[in-house]
């Protein structure tokens, strides 16, 4: 038995291999169940994917950096739940490749945001958070307000997302870009597909205010009135373990 | 650098290069219309400038054989350098977010100045610039030190300096532009990844053909820890990446995994490019460099395979003690849990085997400023580690969590141990490497220790004390049971420990300032005089007295 | 045999406890071998050995 010791560390190949069979198998141990998950999950039915408006906010909250001071991650302790609503569950981030739970929050819990506050305070709160509420430590994004928004990769964008296992249709991967615009301009043509497409439940409005062209304001904002929207589940959860 | 090569290596050099110029104008072709355009003439035009430099240098006469006999350092003598200014550039970032934190306005309405896009270049540029360049140049030197073997080529360690500078540099103007896959300490995107794959294999590569050629049939735990550190953080950059690209011309690509496979794939990456980058790794210099300095064998070199081993094994275990009361689920938290609290073994083994190997030298570490910064990292690898594993139990991570508390941990190891160890272990060999015979200024190390120490102190102490107040107050309840502080209450009492934060942050800045600074210098004193056999003789033989 | 969630999560628990303590057990014994006594005190030295700055060979 000591000879294979004596070959191990006399041998650089040996340690090699040694240093990877102990190392690879503890995270595989922790990860690898994790991918049987799906059947101990809760199931919702109710669950919808995100509109290519909200796709292109979500990329816009990434590429801003939101993740680093606000999570989206209520745990299952009293005072957030008193706080910020009911915990989070898995599957309310099935869809989020990759998730934004965060490990940090400088601000709030962002979890259950959607439909809290107007599209307007949104607006207004992103082009200067101090107008709103003095003390806070946010940046102002006021280029959002001027940066139009790009769609035309967005039919790309949804047909990646349904590789990684979103379960897109093709109907709405063709209209991606058409579905974008409908969402924030409720008067036009292209609204009443979305609805369609989407749920009835989907928000269609003027996010930044303005109807007519796309605003990365109008997509963030709708990112972030979705946000904790896509189902039911966490409060039919609560309910049923009260009762 | 082209002097060094001998003419397969010099055309090995040209076809790389140009390799990569055709790869930066297919990305800048490919990718017009989007981000990724941007970084494709960034790769193309650096690949241009090097390969119009080799082409100058191309004629230069051939190395002499002369060169086996000795070690290849100048690969190191450059990774010094560039960690210094990695460490400079990242460090100042940090002071200036921590800035922004207190005075966001700061911002001027300017994206790339706002705090999301500059967080990643402070954590990037010192965790990978100032880090991993620290990590390539002193594995390259005590590899050859204690293989007793010359590097196989000359052309492969500066592919893999270089290479992982441009990765840098792609990651860090990717952030300022806009480019980044959020997940945290792995946010440059897809190219950059594949990019660094194909460096870090050639990283390994040298490892593996330098060992091949030693002289002592055994291998010196220090290089244990380097491999580890390569092996590792290997399989966690190839898993934790792995992602679609929305198509070939776009720098925006989508991970493989989603929600709670993903997060527990992050923090299984996060935690472990800890435990193997920022652990592993600078605990391979620490192996090398303090008992170096010291003039002393290491403690118990029976201690430090076990502590290798505890490590290797256990950190991997470890992450999901970051997702302690969400959706994960609850065996999967218990064990990282325990496995969390068990690490404190082999962690205070290294630790206290560090400073025992010290014992009895301590006058050494009294009267010189860089074994001090040594000793001074081996304690603060001990608190942290304990803190580490205290803060992993999940009744105290349910307060630390999501807070201050956690910044302030992970400067506590990236400040104390990280930057400590590194900046012991560059001044002890600086001297060395450019031929001089000593540091341009003791004094300046002096100081430079005095402003790293307070600094850290400063910086820790206003993130503990601020993180338990956040904590504290986020779960107070008043006597009618509804929550006591609302969310901006906690915001407001952070204020002043935001700024206490940015003064300790300045002070490390300028130590590390001050390090950079006596390095230029040190290189700039006249060479020393080389002790060469031949130069006290006459060059004719002398008359014999009485001829 | 069902590859179900908690077949996976079981073997996990099980295999993952037993794979931690045999690894343990090998890496103290070969440690702490009597034999290999000598070699770990000579490796110890290699840092600090006043030998010529320069490759063997």
Redesign the interface.
Known sequence: MFKFHYRL??S??G??AF??L??????F???A???T?DE??EKAEDMRVFTPLEVAGR?IY????????H?Q?I???R??V??YGP???????????????????????LARLGNKYSDSWHTAHLYN??DL?P?????????LLRDQLRTD?LG??LA??R????PYTDEQIANAARDAYGQANPDSAEAPGVAERYGEATNIRAFDGNQGPLTDMDALVAYLQMLGTLTDAAFTTETAEAE | MLADFTRAERVGALLILGGLVVVGLAMAIGGRG?ILGVHGWLVAGLSLAFFFGAIRQFDLPEPSAAR????YDAPTRAGIILTLIWGVIGMAAGFWVAA??AW??L?F?V?WL????L??IHTSGVIFGFGGNALIATSLHVL???T???LPDALSPWFVLLGYNLFCIVAASG?LI???????YAEPEWYADIWLVVVWVTYFAI??RT??RR????????N?YY??FI??VA?LHI?NNL?????LG?A???????????????W?YGH?AVA?FLTAGFLGMM???L??RA????FS??MS??SF??I??????A??H????????H??QT??MA?SVVLLVPSWASAGNALLTLNGAWHKVRDDAVLRFMALAAIFYGITTFEGSFMAIRAVN?LS???DW??GHVHAGALGWVAMITFGSLYSIIP?MFKKERLYSQKLVEVHFWLALSGTVIYVFAMWNSGVIQGLM??T?DESG??TYS??DS??A??PY?IVRAFGGLLFVLGAATALYNTIMTIRMPAEVEPDRGQDLPAEPALQAGE | MPFDHDTV?GFS?SF?LIY?VV??VI??AW??WPSN?K??????????LE?D?????
């Open positions: 560390e006399r650089a190949i340690l090699v240093i990877i102990v190392a690879s198998i503890g995270g141990i922790e990860i169940p994790l991918f998950i101990t999950v990329n990434i590429r801003e950096g939101c993740y680093a001071c999570s991650m745990r299952t302790l005072d957030e008193d706080r915990y989070s569950l898995a599957v309310e981030s099935q869809y989020d490749h990759p998730q934004l739970w965060g490990s940090k929050r400088t601000g709030p819990d958070p101090r509420v003390q806070s430590k946010m940046p102002a994004y006021r280029w990769d790309n964008q990646a997302l590789a990684v296992g979103v | 989007d086996l006999s000795e070690y922004l934190l966001p306005d911002t309405d994206a706002s705090f999301g896009r967080r990643p050859q030190r204690t007793r073997a010359r952030y806009g480019v980044t896959q959020s997940k945290e490892y593996m060992l091949a002289k002592e049939p055994h291998i010196y735990v220090a244990w491999m580890a092996l590792v399989i898993v992602a679609v690209p929305v198509s776009s925006k690509s989508f991970s493989l995994f989603a929600g709670v496979q993903d997060a527990m794939t992050q299984w472990n193997f192996y090398y460099y008992p170096k003039n002393r064998p290491i070199y029976r395979i076990i081993w505890g290797t094994f256990m950190y991997m275990w992450g999901s970051h997702l302690h009361y969400t959706a994960l689920p065996w999967v064990l990282g496995f349910s969590h999501y807070t956690t910044i060395g986020w779960r309840y509804t929550l969310f901006l915001l407001e952070m204020h935001y | 999560v628990k993952g931690l690894l343990s890496c103290l440690t702490y006594k070699g770990f005190d000579e490796a110890a030295k290699m840092p600090v030998e700055d320069r490759p063997w060979r």
